[in-house]
């Protein structure tokens, strides 16, 4: 049987999702729905997707639609979620599901009233390298020491990775610090007792902090340093060393080497070698399977209230902008 999916969206997060369910062989998109009909048309005619909408309700209702992606502006995941599922159709919310903790649990309370499967997109999760490392960590008894981590951008305008103008402001808390606060947890079996966070100035008009420190630390006294910003004129991307009681590691997205920069094999770590398709396939098979997927909702909750508490902090030392 084929799933059949919408996707909400049409911007990079949207693509890499097309890109992943066509590979994915028993999936479909039969929908794609976006906010400009001109865009939308755009990008499904490029994939091969029958049917562009621009109106959510109306795209979500339809019967040839199994499940819907969320990749839009973060401000809208909550609404669309809960419509979404309201309508009986499976979730998979993209990073960050939210960017408040009262939305992140409304989005758990409409999952367990409807009964459908309902997934965080925490990528690291899914990406060869870090399912790599899980494996050394949960089940080759390696101990994680201190996990060190930058993400970096140069994104003083508002521009999105496609290089294309944001409707939306992205944030570093919300959004790019999800996914360490996540996969530091993830990793480490343990959810992060001790966290602190730093913050620079306000942009003017962006109105959002452009650089940002974090330090977490968990009950058995492993630690994470993260650095973000948006003021790097340098290459993009999120790097992370694993400094382990066995060995360093280092991550970057899909690929994996030593501590001093001699790469790892990866080959049949996972099934594919992208982390979104990994992602996607296990969305899938959780709703085939109707099991809690990894990351369900629920799961991802508790990331959504360290973050919640770590922007209390910040407004308390800083003021708003």
Known sequence: MTMRFCISGNGAMGVAHLKAIKAIEGSQVTVLQSRTKEGTEKVAAEYNVPVALTNFEEAVNRKDVDAVVITGPTQVHADQAEIAMRAGKHVLIEIP?????????????????????????HVRRFNPSHQYMHTKLQKEGVVLQQMQAHTHFFRRTNMNALGQARSWVDHLL???????????????????????AVQGPYHPELKIAMDMGIVMKTPKGAVCVLSLSFNDEGPIGSPYRYMCDKGTWVSFYDDLTDGFGKKIDLAGVAPSMNGFENQDREFISAIEEKRVPN?????ALSTMQLLGKLEDQLIAANGKP
């Open 97 to 121: 599901m939210c960017d408040s903790v009262a939305d992140a649990e409304r989005i758990v309370r409409v999952q367990k009233e409807t009964g459908v499967t309902a997934m965080a997109g």
């Open 174 to 196: 919300w959004h790019h610090a999800c996914h360490t606060v996540d996969l530091f947890s993830y990793q480490t079996g343990e959810k992060v007792s001790e966290a602190f």
């Open 295 to 299: 990351c369900s909702v629920a799961e």
